[in-house]
Structures are given as structure tokens and as C-alpha cells.
């Protein structure tokens, strides 16, 4: 649903499809971050996740907790 404007690119232009995909999945990382955060933070006690893009083929998101 988040890619449904973004995936009529592909048929005209692979290459701009894939760095639409990626903008938009950044896009919506920051916007997810602070719930994540929160759950985390009511199931583990601890506010220390961090959400971050790696650079990858497809749009991917890695998520960890900091280990101290």
C-alpha cells in the first residue's frame, strides 16, 4: 500500500523505481520510529532502539537493541 504510486514506475524506469522505493522507505522508517520506540521501551523497560537504513538491493530495515 505504501508503494502502490511508486511500483507504476518500474515498466518505464527500473532505476528510479528502486530509489523512489528506498526515499519512500526511509520516509516511512522516521515516521514508524517513535512507536517502535515506545513499545520497546513498555516491553523491555529500555528506550535505547535505534532504527537504521542499510545500504542493500531492496528496501530493508534492521533493527537492534544497543548491547551494553
Keep these: 500500500?505504501?508503494?502502490s504510486e511508486i511500483d507504476s514506475l518500474?515498466?518505464?524506469?527500473?532505476q528510479l523505481h528502486y530509489s523512489?522505493?528506498?526515499?519512500?522507505?526511509?520516509?516511512?522508517?522516521k515516521q514508524i520510529t517513535p512507536?517502535?520506540?515506545s513499545?520497546?521501551?513498555q516491553k523491555t523497560g529500555f528506550p535505547f532502539m535505534k532504527?537504521?537504513?542499510?545500504?542493500v538491493l531492496h528496501?530493508?530495515?534492521f533493527l537492534h537493541k544497543k548491547q551494553y
Design 1 to 3: 500500500t505504501h508503494f
Design 10 to 14: 518500474y515498466s518505464h524506469d527500473k
Design 20 to 29: 523512489e522505493s528506498i526515499k519512500k522507505s526511509i520516509e516511512f522508517t
Design 35 to 37: 512507536a517502535v520506540n
Design 39 to 41: 513499545f520497546m521501551e
Design 51 to 55: 532504527m537504521a537504513y542499510e545500504k
Design 59 to 61: 528496501p530493508s530495515l
